[in-house]
């Protein structure tokens, strides 16, 4: 097992969807409610959030964006006033490449997770973000995982490690 640091610096969860269902129309106005706490139930999803039993062995029950690299998009199109939040993804985290957790396990503050794929960008990020978002997310939009266990995700905790299993092609869970 590889111990990594990780710090979760934001969560969030939305009671309704915004872009799914909503293609070829305005998107939905629900709003990232931003949380101290989320709780993770396994199998199903985030408890209060839209994606909660949203599909049978759905692999986004959770999902993770990284603070740089939204700091970099910020950057990239000189964005001021944005919000991690614009970016729809649950736990916004410091200090991993979410890319090397796709087809591993994983453990968060006690948490079992399976990274299943790339939270790919769509074509709404250019509106949330600016122009061109979509293109500069590529590979990098964040990550999308089925939750093993139960528990509860703190932010701004203090650094944390997780452990990350060395073998891959577990995203069959």
């Known amino acids: 097992?590889?111990?990594?640091?990780?710090?979760i610096c934001h969560l969030y969860i939305?009671?309704?969807h915004n872009f799914?269902?909503?293609h070829g129309r305005e998107?939905?106005?629900?709003?990232?409610?931003?949380?101290?706490?989320i709780e993770c139930v396994a199998g199903r999803g985030i408890r209060d959030d839209r994606y909660f039993d949203f599909k049978n062995d759905y692999k986004g029950q959770i999902t993770f964006f990284s603070l740089e690299i939204f700091e970099e998009l910020c950057g990239a199109f000189e964005l001021h006033d944005c919000a991690p939040a614009a970016a729809r993804r649950n736990?916004?985290?410091?200090?991993?490449?979410?890319?090397e957790l796709i087809g591993r396990e994983f453990e968060v503050q006690g948490v079992s997770l399976c990274g299943t794929q790339e939270c790919a960008p769509c074509y709404w990020m250019n509106g949330a973000f600016a122009p061109?978002?979509?293109?500069?997310?590529?590979?990098?939009?964040?990550?999308?995982?089925?939750?093993?266990?139960?528990?509860?995700?703190?932010?701004?905790?203090?650094?944390?490690?997780?452990?990350v299993e060395g073998s891959r092609g577990t995203t069959s869970r």
């Open 91 to 99: 736990v916004i985290t410091r200090g991993v490449d979410l890319n």
């Open 1 to 7: 097992m590889l111990l990594q640091p990780v710090e």
């Open 27 to 37: 998107p939905g106005t629900h709003r990232m409610i931003e949380v101290p706490v």
């Open 132 to 163: 061109g978002a979509k293109e500069f997310l590529k590979g990098r939009g964040g990550l999308r995982a089925k939750i093993l266990s139960d528990g509860g995700l703190r932010s701004n905790s203090p650094v944390i490690a997780s452990e």
């Open 20 to 22: 799914v269902g909503h």
């Open 14 to 16: 939305s009671p309704g």
